[in-house]
């Protein structure tokens, strides 16, 4: 098995999280994931460092994502998030998962991108910006106004509960 298969079995569960996070749908997730993979295999003889290969496919994933954004500006976020391998789902894990992908599901995506990047591929934002071809500052708004989204959402929900 070459360089490249084992990268793809060991590294895929975890790539395809993050298409998750950043498309909403496991079935987009799954293209995502396979479209930056097939690209990553053509570049792998331009690829310096073997161990950039994982950079330049998320890279390749927010890349394709960041253009299917700008060609759809419709949202929606069906399906359920990819568990994890190996593990074993407990109900406050899942409650946590639901209210996430709730909380989510409200924001634009552009705003879903940022929290991605920052937070779950914790990313700085000068690294964000770059991945995403916008600028520092863009990144700095859209985080803040996603966090103050999801501030609001926490306060309007805590009060029903």
């Known amino acids: 098995m070459d360089e490249f298969d084992s990268f793809v079995r060991s590294r895929s569960a975890a790539l395809l999280r993050s298409a998750y996070l950043l498309t909403g749908d496991q079935h987009l997730a ?5 479209s930056a993979l097939a690209r990553t295999h053509r570049a792998r003889g331009r690829l310096r ?7 330049y496919t998320r890279r390749t994933m927010y890349h394709l994502q960041v253009s299917w954004w700008r060609r759809h500006r419709a949202e929606a976020m069906p399906g359920e998030l990819p568990e994890p391998r190996g593990g074993v789902d407990h109900a406050d894990q899942s409650a946590v998962r639901m209210v996430l992908r709730a909380a989510l599901l409200k924001l634009s995506a552009k705003q879903r991108a940022v929290l991605v990047l920052r937070y779950f591929e ?3 934002e000068t690294e964000a910006a770059h991945l995403l071809g916008v600028s520092v500052g863009t990144v700095k708004s859209q985080t803040s106004k996603a966090l103050a989204k999801l501030r609001e959402i926490y306060r309007l929900e805590g009060a029903v509960r």
């Open 49 to 55: 460092d073997r161990g950039n290969v994982e950079a």
């Open 30 to 34: 799954e293209d995502l994931v396979q």
């Open 122 to 124: 914790d990313c700085t």
